[in-house]
């Protein structure tokens, strides 16, 4: 079955940009919504944002100006980039699946462990 | 910024029914789902489209719409069932994705 796996820094310094990597194994990436979930420390969890395998994307508001997701299917995974970091973006960093096509969502029902990333000089 | 509404934390004895709601102005229009994450975990999909289970989620789980309201219902909530719930959906537009804050179940 499909398993996705976050990779990247840990730490990241304030004003930097956070860069991180899912890879996407037992299955296609040309299909589906490709997602990142993040959450702070002892917090809920807060939607980053997805792109659609047709390479559409779609933002959180609150961190559109910072974030960047992008897709390579050569290597079967998808990206995070978030700018201008600051202790607030301190938190674990999920990657998700959601089967669904054409905004017929099905939920987020493949995730990866999570890798935390810390911001701090 | 739309908002979905969870209460923080809900408390039952084991064997009784957990009842989780989550609050929106949009989910009389738009599907909700419902995850469970147990500490140090990954969220667990445990609903989808308001009332639907993936496969391997026991049928004790379950979820119903009301209205702005949604419910998850967890009968004879056992203490494996322990964990925080995030109910998940889209603003009106079906554009932008939210999570609910969250509800601490506590099996007493």
């Known amino acids: 079955q499909v398993q996705l796996q976050e990779s990247g820094p840990g730490l990241v310094k304030p004003s930097e940009t956070l860069s991180l990597s899912c890879t996407v194994s037992?299955?296609?990436?040309?299909?589906?919504?490709w997602s990142w979930i993040r959450q702070p420390p002892g917090k809920g969890l807060e939607w980053i944002g997805y792109?659609?395998?047709?390479?559409?994307?779609m933002y959180n508001p609150s961190l559109k100006s910072r974030v960047t997701i992008s897709l390579d299917t050569s290597k079967n995974q998808f990206s995070l980039r978030l700018g201008s970091v600051t202790a607030a973006d301190t938190a674990v960093y999920y990657c998700?699946?959601?089967?669904?096509?054409?905004?017929?969502?099905?939920?987020?029902?493949?995730w990866g462990q999570g890798t935390t990333v810390t911001v701090s000089s | 910024s739309y908002e979905l509404t969870q209460p923080p934390s809900v408390s039952v004895s084991p064997g009784q029914t957990a009842r989780i709601t989550c609050s929106g102005d949009a989910l009389p229009i738009q599907y909700v789902y419902w995850y469970q994450q147990k500490p140090g975990q990954a969220p667990v999909l445990v609903i989808y489209k308001d009332n639907a289970r993936p496969s391997g989620i026991p049928e004790r789980i379950s979820g119903s719409t009301s209205g702005t309201t949604v419910t998850l219902t967890i009968s004879g909530v056992q203490a494996e069932d322990e964990a925080d719930y995030y109910c998940q959906s889209t603003d009106r537009s079906g554009t932008y994705w939210v999570f609910g804050g969250g509800t601490k179940l506590t099996v007493l």
């Open positions: 037992g299955g296609s990436i040309s299909t589906s919504y």
């Open positions: 998700a699946r959601d089967r669904g096509a054409d905004r017929d969502y099905n939920g987020l029902d493949v």
């Open positions: 792109i659609y395998y047709s390479g559409s994307t």
